[in-house]
Protein backbone atom coordinates (compact mmCIF):
# COMPACT_ATOMS: atom_id res chain seq x y z
CA UNK A 1 0.00 0.00 0.00
CA UNK A 2 1.79 3.57 -0.89
CA UNK A 3 0.45 5.89 1.65
CA UNK A 4 -0.88 8.99 0.54
CA UNK A 5 -0.05 11.19 3.43
CA UNK A 6 3.80 11.80 4.21
CA UNK A 7 5.84 8.92 6.01
CA UNK A 8 9.23 8.31 7.33
CA UNK A 9 11.99 6.60 8.96
CA UNK A 10 13.72 7.92 12.11
CA UNK A 11 16.00 6.30 14.34
CA UNK A 12 16.86 7.90 17.91
CA UNK A 13 19.22 6.79 20.26
CA UNK A 14 18.41 5.57 24.06
CA UNK A 15 18.98 8.00 26.05
CA UNK A 16 17.06 10.73 28.27
CA UNK A 17 17.77 13.30 25.31
CA UNK A 18 16.71 11.57 23.12
CA UNK A 19 18.76 12.01 20.10
CA UNK A 20 18.33 11.84 16.57
CA UNK A 21 20.80 9.48 14.29
CA UNK A 22 18.96 8.62 11.32
CA UNK A 23 16.01 10.37 9.63
CA UNK A 24 14.82 8.88 5.36
CA UNK A 25 14.58 11.34 3.16
CA UNK A 26 10.96 11.77 3.40
CA UNK A 27 11.13 13.51 6.22
CA UNK A 28 11.46 16.89 4.10
CA UNK A 29 7.70 15.57 2.77
CA UNK A 30 6.56 15.67 6.23
CA UNK A 31 8.32 18.07 8.27
CA UNK A 32 10.06 20.55 5.86
CA UNK A 33 13.43 19.47 7.50
CA UNK A 34 16.62 17.78 5.47
CA UNK A 35 17.91 14.79 7.40
CA UNK A 36 20.91 16.55 7.93
CA UNK A 37 19.30 18.78 9.39
CA UNK A 38 18.23 16.91 12.29
CA UNK A 39 20.69 13.87 12.84
CA UNK A 40 22.35 14.98 16.51
CA UNK A 41 19.62 17.07 17.39
CA UNK A 42 17.65 16.49 20.51
CA UNK A 43 14.19 15.16 19.34
CA UNK A 44 12.39 16.89 22.14
CA UNK A 45 13.95 20.24 20.74
CA UNK A 46 10.90 19.50 18.01
CA UNK A 47 7.71 18.71 19.98
CA UNK A 48 4.83 20.75 20.90
CA UNK A 49 6.16 22.70 24.35
CA UNK A 50 2.76 21.87 26.28
CA UNK A 51 3.51 17.62 24.92
CA UNK A 52 7.02 17.54 25.48
CA UNK A 53 6.37 16.19 29.88
CA UNK A 54 4.14 13.64 28.38
CA UNK A 55 6.06 12.51 25.28
CA UNK A 56 8.90 12.31 27.87
CA UNK A 57 7.42 10.02 30.36
CA UNK A 58 6.28 7.70 27.25
CA UNK A 59 9.65 8.13 26.18
CA UNK A 60 10.81 6.90 29.49
CA UNK A 61 8.23 4.05 29.46
CA UNK A 62 9.44 2.80 26.19
CA UNK A 63 13.22 2.42 27.29
CA UNK A 64 12.54 1.20 30.55
CA UNK A 65 10.38 -1.54 29.57
CA UNK A 66 11.46 -2.17 26.05
CA UNK A 67 8.17 -2.18 24.40
CA UNK A 68 8.48 -3.63 21.07
CA UNK A 69 5.30 -2.22 19.59
CA UNK A 70 3.71 0.43 20.73
CA UNK A 71 2.34 4.15 18.92
CA UNK A 72 2.14 7.66 20.22
CA UNK A 73 0.00 10.52 18.23
CA UNK A 74 1.81 14.15 18.86
CA UNK A 75 2.59 16.94 17.29
CA UNK A 76 5.62 18.36 16.39
CA UNK A 77 7.24 21.21 14.25
CA UNK A 78 7.37 22.07 10.67
CA UNK A 79 10.31 23.67 9.62
CA UNK A 80 7.92 26.47 8.71
CA UNK A 81 7.04 27.00 12.11
CA UNK A 82 3.66 25.57 12.42
CA UNK A 83 2.89 22.19 14.31
CA UNK A 84 1.86 18.76 12.66
CA UNK A 85 -0.02 16.18 13.96
CA UNK A 86 1.64 12.95 13.53
CA UNK A 87 1.39 9.42 14.91
CA UNK A 88 5.09 7.23 15.52
CA UNK A 89 5.09 3.19 15.52
CA UNK A 90 7.67 3.03 18.23
CA UNK A 91 10.03 -0.31 18.24
CA UNK A 92 12.46 -0.40 20.92
CA UNK A 93 16.27 -1.93 20.00
CA UNK A 94 18.61 -2.51 22.51
CA UNK A 95 20.80 1.12 22.06
CA UNK A 96 18.15 2.99 19.82
CA UNK A 97 14.76 3.65 19.12
CA UNK A 98 13.47 2.34 15.95
CA UNK A 99 10.48 4.69 14.45
CA UNK A 100 7.96 4.59 11.83
CA UNK A 101 6.29 7.99 11.57
CA UNK A 102 3.09 9.08 9.39
CA UNK A 103 1.37 12.20 9.22
CA UNK A 104 -1.82 11.86 10.91
CA UNK A 105 -5.24 11.22 9.69
CA UNK A 106 -8.16 9.96 11.73
CA UNK A 107 -9.75 8.75 8.45
CA UNK A 108 -6.88 7.43 7.04
CA UNK A 109 -7.18 3.65 6.63
CA UNK A 110 -3.12 3.14 7.55
CA UNK A 111 -3.85 4.81 10.87
CA UNK A 112 -6.98 2.50 11.64
CA UNK A 113 -4.94 -0.84 11.23
CA UNK A 114 -2.04 0.45 12.85
CA UNK A 115 -4.19 1.68 15.83
CA UNK A 116 -5.94 -2.30 15.89
CA UNK A 117 -2.26 -3.64 15.53
CA UNK A 118 0.30 -1.89 18.04
CA UNK A 119 0.53 -3.06 21.26
CA UNK A 120 -0.49 0.28 22.63
CA UNK A 121 -1.48 3.59 21.28
CA UNK A 122 -0.90 6.57 23.46
CA UNK A 123 -2.31 9.68 22.22
CA UNK A 124 -0.93 13.39 23.49
CA UNK A 125 -2.97 16.57 23.28
CA UNK A 126 -1.61 20.32 22.92
CA UNK A 127 -2.91 20.57 26.32
CA UNK A 128 -0.63 17.99 27.70
CA UNK A 129 -2.85 15.49 28.53
CA UNK A 130 -1.71 11.99 27.99
CA UNK A 131 -4.65 9.41 27.21
CA UNK A 132 -4.27 5.59 26.47
CA UNK A 133 -6.01 4.77 23.39
CA UNK A 134 -6.15 1.30 23.02
CA UNK A 135 -3.90 -1.49 24.37
CA UNK A 136 -3.62 -5.46 23.77
CA UNK A 137 -2.09 -8.21 25.77
CA UNK A 138 -2.54 -6.62 28.79
CA UNK A 139 -4.47 -4.49 31.44
CA UNK A 140 -5.04 -1.10 31.07
CA UNK A 141 -4.18 -0.40 34.41
CA UNK A 142 -0.75 -2.36 33.89
CA UNK A 143 -0.43 -0.06 30.86
CA UNK A 144 -0.74 3.15 32.32
CA UNK A 145 1.62 2.13 35.32
CA UNK A 146 4.57 1.90 32.71
CA UNK A 147 4.29 5.62 32.47
CA UNK A 148 5.38 5.64 36.08
CA UNK A 149 8.33 4.39 35.37
CA UNK A 150 10.64 5.47 38.50
CA UNK A 151 13.57 7.55 36.98
CA UNK A 152 16.45 5.11 36.25
CA UNK A 153 18.59 7.30 34.22
CA UNK A 154 22.31 7.44 35.46
CA UNK A 155 23.37 10.00 33.01
CA UNK A 156 21.91 11.24 29.58
CA UNK A 157 23.55 8.42 27.84
CA UNK A 158 23.33 5.25 30.32
CA UNK A 159 20.43 3.23 31.71
CA UNK A 160 20.22 1.09 35.11
CA UNK A 161 18.46 -1.54 33.53
CA UNK A 162 20.15 -4.19 31.51
CA UNK A 163 18.65 -4.17 27.93
CA UNK A 164 17.68 -7.13 26.21
CA UNK A 165 20.00 -7.43 23.10
CA UNK A 166 18.35 -6.72 19.84
CA UNK A 167 19.17 -5.67 16.26
CA UNK A 168 17.75 -3.26 13.57
CA UNK A 169 17.20 -3.67 9.95
CA UNK A 170 15.73 -1.32 7.09
CA UNK A 171 14.93 -3.14 4.12
CA UNK A 172 14.19 -1.90 0.44
CA UNK A 173 10.34 -2.07 0.00
CA UNK A 174 10.76 -1.50 -3.58
CA UNK A 175 12.69 -4.82 -4.21
CA UNK A 176 11.17 -8.02 -4.28
CA UNK A 177 13.40 -9.64 -1.84
CA UNK A 178 13.57 -6.97 0.37
CA UNK A 179 17.20 -5.96 0.25
CA UNK A 180 18.99 -4.89 3.38
CA UNK A 181 19.85 -1.23 3.50
CA UNK A 182 20.94 -0.90 7.36
CA UNK A 183 21.82 -3.14 9.84
CA UNK A 184 22.62 -2.30 13.35
CA UNK A 185 26.60 -3.64 15.02
CA UNK A 186 24.49 -5.83 17.58
CA UNK A 187 23.23 -8.23 14.71
CA UNK A 188 27.26 -9.67 14.32
CA UNK A 189 26.89 -10.19 18.20
CA UNK A 190 23.34 -12.19 18.20
CA UNK A 191 23.25 -14.05 14.74
CA UNK A 192 26.84 -13.48 13.88
CA UNK A 193 25.89 -11.59 10.81
CA UNK A 194 28.63 -9.53 8.97
CA UNK A 195 26.91 -6.25 8.75
CA UNK A 196 29.34 -4.82 5.97
CA UNK A 197 28.78 -7.93 3.78
CA UNK A 198 24.62 -8.11 4.36
CA UNK A 199 23.98 -4.35 2.74
CA UNK A 200 22.30 -5.10 -0.59
CA UNK A 201 21.46 -8.78 -0.16
CA UNK A 202 18.01 -9.80 0.24
CA UNK A 203 16.83 -10.39 4.19
CA UNK A 204 15.67 -14.06 3.08
CA UNK A 205 19.21 -14.93 2.23
CA UNK A 206 19.00 -15.47 6.16
CA UNK A 207 15.82 -17.38 6.47
CA UNK A 208 16.18 -21.06 6.62
CA UNK A 209 14.70 -22.68 3.80
CA UNK A 210 10.97 -24.47 5.44
CA UNK A 211 10.64 -20.43 6.55
CA UNK A 212 11.58 -18.62 3.51
CA UNK A 213 7.65 -18.58 1.62
CA UNK A 214 6.32 -17.53 4.61
CA UNK A 215 8.89 -14.55 5.71
CA UNK A 216 7.88 -13.94 1.79
CA UNK A 217 4.08 -13.74 2.19
CA UNK A 218 4.85 -11.42 5.84
CA UNK A 219 6.72 -9.13 3.95
CA UNK A 220 5.06 -8.71 1.21
CA UNK A 221 1.81 -8.18 3.37
CA UNK A 222 3.85 -5.16 4.94
CA UNK A 223 4.35 -3.62 2.05
CA UNK A 224 0.92 -3.65 0.52
CA UNK A 225 -1.04 -2.77 4.16
CA UNK A 226 0.65 -0.79 6.35
CA UNK A 227 0.40 -3.48 8.88
CA UNK A 228 2.92 -4.14 12.07
CA UNK A 229 3.46 -7.45 11.82
CA UNK A 230 5.50 -10.15 14.02
CA UNK A 231 7.48 -12.80 11.96
CA UNK A 232 9.79 -15.80 13.59
CA UNK A 233 11.83 -18.04 11.72
CA UNK A 234 15.22 -19.51 11.94
CA UNK A 235 17.74 -17.21 10.94
CA UNK A 236 20.67 -19.09 9.44
CA UNK A 237 24.09 -18.56 10.52
CA UNK A 238 27.17 -19.04 8.56
CA UNK A 239 29.71 -20.43 10.75
CA UNK A 240 32.55 -21.01 8.78
CA UNK A 241 31.11 -22.43 6.06
CA UNK A 242 28.62 -24.77 8.01
CA UNK A 243 25.66 -23.51 8.54
CA UNK A 244 23.21 -23.88 11.81
CA UNK A 245 20.08 -21.90 12.38
CA UNK A 246 19.04 -19.90 15.41
CA UNK A 247 15.55 -18.73 16.14
CA UNK A 248 14.57 -15.11 16.40
CA UNK A 249 11.42 -13.11 16.27
CA UNK A 250 11.02 -9.58 15.03
CA UNK A 251 8.35 -6.68 14.61
CA UNK A 252 8.20 -5.08 11.13
CA UNK A 253 6.60 -1.84 10.58
CA UNK A 254 6.08 0.22 6.73
CA UNK A 255 6.79 3.38 5.32
CA UNK A 256 7.50 4.74 1.33
CA UNK A 257 10.85 4.81 2.35
CA UNK A 258 11.18 1.24 3.62
CA UNK A 259 10.89 -1.53 6.42
CA UNK A 260 11.90 -0.72 9.67
CA UNK A 261 12.01 -4.32 11.79
CA UNK A 262 13.51 -5.07 15.24
CA UNK A 263 14.83 -8.84 15.64
CA UNK A 264 15.57 -10.46 19.31
CA UNK A 265 16.40 -14.04 19.84
CA UNK A 266 13.21 -16.00 20.22
CA UNK A 267 12.69 -17.42 24.13
CA UNK A 268 12.85 -20.90 24.36
CA UNK A 269 10.91 -21.96 27.80
CA UNK A 270 10.92 -25.72 28.86
CA UNK A 271 7.95 -26.61 31.25
CA UNK A 272 8.57 -29.89 33.44
Given at each position: MS ?7 S ?15 S?VD?I ?7 V??RG?D???P??IPSLAR???A ?18 D?HY ?8 Y???V ?7 Y ?5 GH ?5 M?D???S???N???Q??G???DN??RV ?7 EQW???Q ?5 Q????C??L??F??D???V ?7 R ?7 R??G ?6 VC ?8 A????I?S??M?M??R?D??I?D??S??T??V????S?T??G ?10 V?I?
Amino acid sequence: MSNELPDFISIYDNSEAAHLVYLSDSVVDAIGWTPEELVGKRGFDYFHPNEIPSLARVHAASVMNEKLSSMVRYHTRHKDGHYVEVETVVHYCYDVIVCTNFVYDANDTGHKIRSTMADEVWSVDMNGTVQLAGSWGDNQERVRQTLESSEQWIQEQQLKTKQEPRFCMILNRFTCDSTIVFVSQMAERIVGLDCERALGKSLLNFVCERDVDTVQAQLDLIKSSGMIMRLRFDWVIDDNGSSTTQAVEAIASSTNDGLAVVFRLAPRVTIN
